[in-house]
């Protein structure tokens, strides 16, 4: 694939080519086994420092894509290459539409039930080609997982898309990997809400500017305290470049 992995803050982070975006999609999807798609922001970078799930999950992720602006301007500070960053939604809408091109299948698994079948058929709609082969709501009980499991084994779509509900997020795949033997996950959080017409999408001009963490300060308040992990994330930045060599 045409995909250059770098190192932030021993956090690996992918560089893909919007050119490059669909032979990438297509050599995963033609490998074998189970595969992992992660988003990365800025807070998951900083988790992913740690030893816990998350960073299992990033580490053996096939593609880990950056979405914060801090990221880039992060690896430009390091003298490292400079991935790309992309909108999660853009980047999800791109992916399904060549899952599309190619006849693939996927699987939805998220949101409540008005939720869920808002965004099926607006998905159906846009992208009548992409064969949908199931669906399953999220908040569910723990009991009915193994059910869920099986129908996604049994129905071996493209993709998994998990998405607000699933209760382990990005770490949702970490403890089933072998229960699986094809597919590519990915966890979006406010995809159905947003594909349900639930929630807005960010403003583009808000996002190449990076302050798509304003309007979720102006519904939180309690957000305006992420500029403590932030200033320490420039702090860790400038001590990597002073003293790693």
Same mark, same amino acid.
């Given at each position: 694939m045409a995909v250059q992995r770098i190192e932030i803050l021993g956090v690996p982070v992918d560089i893909v080519q919007p050119q490059e975006l669909?032979?990438?999609?297509n050599s995963l999807n033609e490998e074998t086994g189970v595969k992992q798609i992660v988003f990365l922001s800025i807070w998951d970078l900083l988790k992913a420092r740690r030893k816990n799930e998350f960073a299992k999950t990033v580490r053996n992720a096939n593609l880990v894509i950056p979405i914060s602006k801090s990221i880039?301007?992060?690896?430009?500070?390091? =003298? =490292?290459?400079?991935?790309?960053r992309?909108?999660?939604f853009n980047f999800t809408i791109n992916l399904l539409s060549i899952l599309e091109n190619g006849y693939k299948s996927f699987y939805l698994l998220g949101g409540r039930k008005k939720t869920l079948s808002a965004a099926e058929k607006?998905?159906?709609m846009t992208f009548p080609n992409l064969k949908m082969v199931g669906r399953y709501?999220?908040?569910?009980? =723990?009991t009915v997982e193994s059910d869920i499991i099986q129908a996604i084994y049994k129905a071996s779509p493209t993709l998994v898309l998990l998405s607000e509900g699933v209760k382990e997020k990005d770490c949702w795949l970490n403890n089933k990997r072998d229960?699986?033997?094809?597919s590519t996950?990915?966890?979006y959080r406010d995809l159905l809400g947003i594909l349900s017409e639930r929630k807005n999408r960010i403003n583009e001009r808000t996002f190449e500017k990076g302050l798509e963490i304003v309007p979720e300060i102006i519904k939180n308040p309690l957000k305006l305290f992420l500029i403590f992990p932030f200033l320490w994330y420039n702090i860790l930045l400038v001590c990597k470049r002073l003293f790693n060599k």
């Open positions: 669909e032979e990438v999609i880039i301007s992060g690896a430009r500070f390091l =003298k =490292k290459s400079i991935p790309v992309y909108n999660p607006h998905v159906r709501v999220g908040y569910y009980p =723990k229960l699986f033997t094809t996950f990915l966890y």
